[in-house]
């Protein structure tokens, strides 16, 4: 056996925010195990996708989830370092744009590692989504078409990916059914006092009524019942970002709520995992948290208030059994979620969920061996300059590369570490763009309505 299987594998990933960070590292930890039997486990690399949503030391301290080495890079800097010492696999928890142009990246550092006679092992390339997948189906599979392995988090999502990629025209054989890594916990039992958690989401709703009237059914909820805990579970804090941009934060409304929350409606933070081991019922628009919360058999409830409208995400839990009204649920309903659907999600909690990764974990292990011995192919997306050149040079060039997915003139060098001033101003530019972001592009297009 050659030394060199024996080592750790070597699994590096690449995230934007602290919640595709906690799906690609977890991901990572699943897929790797048993990858390459004979080595002695798996090493973890994290890098940070510098930008507005890189997530703060609070917010990694509420994933939970822990590497071996952690940085912050820009996209240009994470092709340089795997330039020099390529891992084995190397999972992108990403937006779609930024999974396209690392894909491009990684193909010109492998082709000109070839003609330069310094080809080493193509590292394994994986991604996929970090929840559920409402809109922009084929906009986001397109942009992570060309990896090794493109994960669907349950069948039906396996089904609908093939479809889209076969649609085209593109090679459909890297999506690989999976599940959503952080699924588990203890099953519910039922907690003193009965608690309610409502899980709020960034970006849904948009409006300020519409949160304005969440926030105010539930803080009526919890005078309604006074025996309950009503607990609203935040993402951020004021001025963090996560996946999506929040631009009306609920800390604000809160504020602002004529008599304000009563004194058994609270807000929380804190990992998801932990909040839902003390959940009796738990309330969302459209929250990922729902299938993390079914999971356990924890009643679950997808409010249909605003409607059942694909700009908010909840009808994707159409035939759940799971939509609920805020009225339903002052009047006691518990909604009764439909076997056949969880199924079909990858949320049955009967025993195959242990199983969901199987499939990723033997896809890995053969193209590890494939790569070991020189047959893996190109990497090779299905946008290229042939097939989208009036759109792909944009989206590579977001991230400082050109066409042929070389870094542009002045793209940041990853050649040293930034010294103290030069951290200074990175971090003095991404507050400035932050509070850009949720501060002043709000009142503009506040003002532009006018």
């Known amino acids: 056996m050659p030394a060199s299987n024996r080592n750790p594998l070597r699994v590096a990933v690449l995230a934007d925010s602290d919640t595709r960070w906690k799906w690609g590292a977890l991901t990572a930890n699943r897929i790797a195990t048993d990858s390459r039997p004979e080595s002695d486990g798996h090493r973890l690399s994290g890098y940070l996708l510098r930008g507005r949503a890189t997530p703060t030391p609070r917010q990694l301290e509420e994933v939970g989830v822990r590497a071996d080495s952690l940085r912050e890079v820009t996209a240009v800097e994470f092709l340089r370092e795997m330039e020099r010492e390529a891992p084995d696999v190397i999972v992108l928890a990403l937006v779609g744009g930024a999974v396209q142009a690392v894909l491009h990246g990684l193909a010109r550092v492998t082709e000109d590692a070839r003609l330069t006679g310094t080809a080493r092992k193509r590292p394994v390339v994986v991604t996929g989504y970090v929840g559920v997948v409402y809109e922009k189906l084929a906009d986001g599979l397109l942009l992570r078409h060309g990896a090794d392995v493109v994960l669907a988090n349950s069948r039906q999502d396996a089904e609908r990916f093939r479809a889209v990629y076969e649609g085209v025209g593109a090679d459909a054989s890297a999506v690989t059914e999976a599940a959503l890594p952080f699924l588990g916990g203890a099953p519910y039992a039922g907690h003193d006092p009965y608690t309610v958690v409502f899980a709020a989401q960034p970006s849904v709703p948009e409006s300020a009524a519409h949160r304005a009237y969440l926030l105010r059914r539930l803080a009526d909820h919890a005078r309604l019942h006074p025996d309950r805990e009503v607990l609203l579970k935040l993402r951020s804090k004021p001025g963090e970002h996560t996946t999506h941009i929040e631009e009306l934060p609920y800390q604000k409304l809160a504020q602002r709520l004529e008599g304000g929350l009563p004194a058994n409606c609270r807000l929380v933070y804190g990992h998801m995992g ?49 939509l609920a009204s805020f009225d339903q649920l002052d009047a006691g309903h518990l909604p009764v979620p439909d076997e056949r659907w969880l199924a079909r999600q990858g949320v049955a909690a009967d025993g195959a969920y242990e199983r969901a990764f199987d499939e990723a974990r033997e896809k890995v292990t053969g193209l590890l061996a494939d790569a070991a011995a020189g047959r893996i192919p190109p990497l090779k997306p299905y946008y290229s300059l042939t097939t989208a050149r009036g ?54 297009r506040r003002m532009g309505e006018l």
């Not at 959940?279 to 993390?292: F, H, N, R």
């Not at 409607?307 to 909840?314: K, Q, S």
């Open 274 to 322: 932990e909040v839902l081991d003390r959940t009796d019922l738990l309330v969302t628009i459209s929250s990922t948290a729902a299938l993390e919360s079914l999971h356990r058999r924890i009643p679950t409830a997808v409010l249909t208030d605003l409607g059942v409208r694909e700009a908010l995400g909840n009808h994707h839990f159409t035939g759940s059994g799971c």
């Open 391 to 444: 759109y792909l040079p944009g989206i590579l060039s977001r991230h400082h590369l050109a066409p042929d997915g070389s870094p542009l003139p002045g793209a940041p060098s990853a050649d040293r570490d930034p010294g103290p001033v030069r951290q200074i101003v990175r971090r003095a530019a991404r507050g400035a763009y932050r509070h850009g972001v949720q501060r002043v592009a709000p009142v503009i």
